[in-house]
């Protein structure tokens, strides 16, 4: 198996940090818990090496180590990455109107913002039918299976889309979007409109309304979408989720009488 760190900088960290970062970025959402014997085969660190280090990271705090050998990230790390600007200022901005857009429809309710060629979510609201959504904070999701996805994607540029499709578009659920053609069509169709209607591509049997949330520099920094059994009808949904976007970019700096994204 590959180093972690080898996939990020394309060569084996010598560093003592550089090892401690690979540590680290071996552990993801498909296995946030890891035995030593796994982060050994995922940074090709040498076993001593690999314990040393571990042991270091559960004494700060950045993992912790559970039943049986295996680790998971510690809540130290959680605190110090709750820390970064762009996602406190993003989550404060937009939880009000995500808490209104929650309450007015009684579905959950996402905050989504691009991480390289992923979509990650910062925030997820609860409402009173959850159905199954496959989210959680943290989490992140293929830019091109999705509502808010496709509504970063939209707004990246070309040169981002050439690399999401590059990359492969491979099905996640009934309605993803896997023909190049066809995604490059449904991006135009969210810079046209504004929003981004979405039917079971990311989940079986869901469907969501994304819009974006736009900063002070007409700057599209996220995705708000509320999330729906894929059985209702989504129109109804639009003008809710445009109003809550319109608010959290408001409460960014956004001035009403500019024209951004998604507010003409």
């Not at 982060?39 to 690999?50: D, G, K, N």
């Not at 200022?89 to 007015?104: F, H, I, S, V, Y």
């Not at 959950?108 to 979510?121: E, M, P, Q, S």
Request: hydrophobic share 45%; glycine share 10%; charged share 20%.
């Amino acid at each position: 198996m590959t180093s972690a760190m080898e996939d990020i900088a394309g060569a084996p960290p010598r560093s003592v940090l550089g090892r401690a970062l690979g540590v680290l970025a071996a552990f993801s959402d498909a296995s946030p818990e890891l035995a030593l014997g796994d982060i050994v085969a995922a940074t090709s660190l040498p076993p001593a090496t690999a314990h040393r280090i571990v042991a270091e990271l559960v004494a700060w705090g950045a993992l912790e180590r559970i039943g049986r050998g295996r680790y998971r990230i510690g809540m130290r790390l959680w605190r110090v990455g709750a820390l970064a600007p762009t996602a406190r200022t993003l989550r404060e901005a937009a939880l009000p109107a995500m808490q209104d857009l929650a309450a007015a429809t009684g579905h959950v309710v996402h905050l989504v913002v691009l991480d390289g060629h992923r979509a990650l979510f910062v925030e997820r609201l609860a409402g009173q039918e959850n159905g199954t959504v496959r989210s959680r904070v943290g989490r992140d999701m293929p830019l091109h299976a999705s509502g808010p996805g496709k509504v970063l994607l939209a707004h990246a540029g070309p040169a981002l889309v050439d690399q999401v499709l590059a990359r492969g578009l491979p099905r996640l659920a009934p309605g993803t979007i896997t023909d190049p053609a066809a995604l490059r069509e449904a991006l135009d169709v969210v810079r046209r409109t504004g929003y981004c209607l979405s039917h079971e591509e990311m989940t079986e049997g869901m469907a969501s309304v994304a819009t974006p949330v736009v900063d002070a520099t007409d700057r599209v920094v996220a995705s708000l979408a509320v999330v729906v059994p894929a059985s209702n009808p989504l129109p109804p949904f639009v003008p809710a989720a445009r109003m809550a976007a319109t608010a959290a970019s408001r409460r960014l700096g956004r001035r009403d009488d500019r024209q951004g994204p998604g507010f003409h």
